[in-house]
């Protein structure tokens, strides 16, 4: 059995540690996949936007439906039992995509023993691995198959090349683009090696075998779930091809979103000085900005652009870095503008932020309304009054089964009513529980769900009138 070095258990101890603590959506697609799930494993679904137009393949949902069978068979029949399974299981998928990337470097690098741990540690104790890539985001679930894919080509696996990319596939049709990237590189690689065709066929066909039998796979939940193989990806392009309904919904966003992304990820400071090694890296590592050429371009080219699509991108751009310093496309800078001088303060200061942001961002989702609703289950389903959210979109998930729920405030209630808000919507209410944000000036709390992507709020119990 293969010894792993102690940056990958420190990694993988990190981010299931840190599962129990995500509790506030970073994005809606996590609300719907587990809202998919739910109804696979309940029978309960309330309809919405992706439901009724079905946007979503349905394999990764109807996958997690097992962990709630699951839980619901040890007696842990609660929304943050679910998600505590559900996080454990993508914190340890996820950690192993940044192992394969690591492991890739060191394939192809294999003298550069010091720089494959520096990379290592980078990815286990940067804040973001626990916190964004252990989530039910499409992003963060396609992004390890990536990964694999990338691993799989730098060792000439090419049938699980080709698996890997079409689990990315269908786990976010846009990911699909990652096939193209692999396809390219084979081909190129092939004819860098004046290989005889006999080498084209079998290297294509392993590679073509191996995501033709995933995308296969991938359709297979979607015929349970809506009655047609594969229905969700003409639907999905239907709905977001440009000129589509998504622009219409969500309005043309400009590339400065995507910039926001590493702001969020490296902080406004750091976030500059990162992208600007990493592109200027990516042009000495030509396969590796060819297998995220595809990626960019689809993503530069669509009008719907959110800070999440490059998500997948950013372990790449850091692995990028790594390569570019091992080749020694750095060496005559570094001679030239001492970079080690300021560099290793550079990197402690970032090492030293992500012991600080971390515990804010743990903390902060303990503070969300979100996490006041999960916590107040069992109570819920004591009291079982009426509910109305005035925070979050409501799922069948979150809510105990038989209780009436909405997202309208009424005037007043007829009867006992428990609402999720920041203030108290009407004068006969009480707390359910505590105040996350007691008596914070108005002010700091934009900014504190800027910070930290959540939104905070409490339950209130409020009597009939």
């Known amino acids: 059995m293969r010894r792993f070095p102690a940056w990958f258990w420190t990694g993988l101890g990190v981010r299931l540690a840190c599962t129990p603590f995500l509790l506030q959506w970073f994005h809606p697609d996590e609300r719907q996949t587990l809202e998919f799930a739910h109804g696979f494993a309940h029978g309960r679904l309330t309809p919405f936007l992706e439901s009724d137009l079905h946007l979503r393949n349905q394999t990764v949902p109807w996958l997690f439906s097992w962990l709630i069978r699951a839980a619901d068979g040890l007696g842990l029949s609660t929304p943050w039992a679910w998600l505590v399974l559900i996080h454990s299981l993508l914190a340890v998928v996820s950690w192993l995509g940044f192992w394969a990337l690591v492991e890739s470097f060191r394939v192809e690098f294999p003298k550069h023993e010091r720089l494959t741990r520096i990379l290592g540690w980078s990815f286990a104790l940067f804040w973001a691995g626990p916190m964004l890539y252990s989530r039910q985001l499409l992003e963060a679930v396609s992004f390890p198959f990536a990964a694999f894919a990338w691993l799989a080509y730098h060792k000439r696996r090419h049938f699980g090349e080709g698996l890997s990319l079409g689990i990315a596939a269908f786990t976010r049709y846009p990911s699909a683009l990652w096939a193209i ?21 079998r290297v294509i066909s392993k590679f073509g075998a191996g995501l033709g039998i995933m995308i296969a796979f991938g359709g297979v939940a979607d015929w349970f779930a809506y009655g047609k193989w594969m229905e969700s990806a003409p639907a999905y392009w239907t709905f977001n091809r440009p000129g589509g309904p998504v622009a219409g919904i969500f309005g043309n966003d400009s590339l400065a979103v995507y910039y926001r992304w590493f702001e ?3 902080t406004p400071w750091l976030a500059p000085v990162f992208l600007g090694i990493a592109f200027f890296s990516l042009t ?45 496309a750095f060496d005559g800078i570094r001679t030239r503008f001492g970079i080690r001088v300021w560099a290793r303060p550079l ?6 932020l992500n012991f600080v942001w971390l515990p804010m961002h743990l903390w902060a989702q303990t503070q969300s309304a979100q996490a ?64 996350p944000l007691p008596d914070w000036p108005a002010v700091v709390r934009p900014s504190f769900s800027r910070w930290f992507r959540i939104r905070p709020g409490r339950l209130w119990a409020c009597n009939s009138v």
């Open 347 to 352: 990197i402690t200061a970032h090492i030293a």
């Open 372 to 435: 006041a609703l999960i916590f107040g289950y069992h109570e819920l389903a004591r009291v079982r009054p009426d509910f109305i959210s005035g925070e979050d979109p409501l799922i069948d998930a979150l809510i105990p089964p038989g209780i009436p729920f909405s997202q309208t405030l009424t005037d007043a209630p007829s009867r006992l009513t428990w609402v999720l808000a920041n203030k108290s919507p009407w004068k006969n209410c009480e707390a359910v529980n505590r105040s």
């Open 181 to 201: 990237s692999g396809f390219w590189l084979e081909s190129i690689r092939l004819a860098r090696e004046h290989a005889p065709a006999r080498d084209w066929a």
């Open 264 to 266: 969020f990820v490296f």
């Open 284 to 328: 000495k590592r030509r396969d590796l900005l060819l297998f995220l050429l595809p990626y960019l371009a689809g993503h530069l080219w669509t009008p719907h652009r959110e800070p999440r699509f490059m998500l997948p991108v950013t372990p790449f751009l850091a692995l990028a870095i790594a390569e570019a310093i091992a080749s020694g």
